[in-house]
């Protein structure tokens, strides 16, 4: 269990937003659904949530922390999300968090009025170190995958675009939690804590330097990691 405190720069809430936009009798759609936790503590009652995710072992997992939530209206089903089969204008809402999308798919399937809300991981997120190992995810990226998703809900035909950035602090207990992070998610894409299968090696001490030159505190106390994630609500018209 990573310890961390997420201090949200930004008045935008992702669930607040689907909230405002369905009601009791609402279809929804939940892309990129992982492990279901988000879409079974989050998201606001509606008539009913497909969550869909390509893992077959996510899939499994959802499942297993749905029955924790006994009175929650989601279906957990493996699906590939370039590849979506549903009938025309059947869901109200779409939702998808850090995964890809296609927009086209997604329009033919919302109904007249319909929405599609977006979060992902902006280019800059945790840009300080990325810069420091020169490498990360979207790193090297031309466009960001957030401008990407705006861009295709613009051709696909959606109107009322909005895309806002998120900014928030993280806040680390340890060093320790750091790392942790790091090991888990693809902000470096190559980070490992020893040399294996290509993987480099990283020490940790740049990242110390980094963490002092930014932040002017002492080593030991909370370390702080700038997020910066991007948010597109779109809306068929």
């Known amino acids: 269990q990573i310890k961390r405190v997420t201090e949200k720069i930004t008045d935008w809430d992702f669930y607040e937003k689907i909230k405002e936009n369905t009601n ?3 279809l929804c759609l939940d892309l990129g659904t992982g492990g279901g ?6 998201y606001p009652d509606v008539g009913m949530v497909i969550a869909t995710d390509f893992s077959e072992e996510m899939i499994k997992t959802a499942k297993e922390n749905a029955k924790k939530y006994p009175n929650k209206r989601v279906r957990f089903t493996k699906m590939n999300n370039l590849e979506m ?16 999308i296609n927009a086209k798919q997604i329009y033919d399937c919302l109904v007249p009025g319909g929405t599609i809300v977006i979060r992902g991981v902006d280019k800059k997120d945790c840009w300080e170190i990325k810069e420091l190992f020169s490498r990360g995810q979207a790193y090297n990226d031309e466009i960001a995958i957030s401008e990407k998703d705006y861009l295709d809900l613009k051709e696909a035909g959606f109107k009322n675009i909005e ?27 190559d980070f490992s804590e020893i040399k294996k299968r290509g993987k480099k090696a990283i020490d940790f001490k740049p ?30 018209v």
């Not at 942790?180 to 470096?188: C, E, M, N, V, W």
């Open 163 to 189: 895309k806002v950035e998120i900014l928030q602090n993280e806040y680390y207990e340890t060093e320790d939690d750091l790392m942790a992070l790091l090991l888990k998610t693809p902000i470096l894409d």
């Open 207 to 236: 990242i110390e330097r980094l963490y002092v030159e930014y932040t002017n505190q002492e080593i030991g106390c909370e370390w702080v990691i700038q997020g910066l994630l991007c948010e597109i609500f779109a809306m068929i």
């Open 85 to 100: 089969h549903f009938p025309k204008e059947i869901f109200d809402l779409i939702s998808a968090r850090h995964t890809i």
């Open 37 to 42: 936790e988000k879409v079974l503590k989050s």
């Open 24 to 26: 009791e009798k609402s």
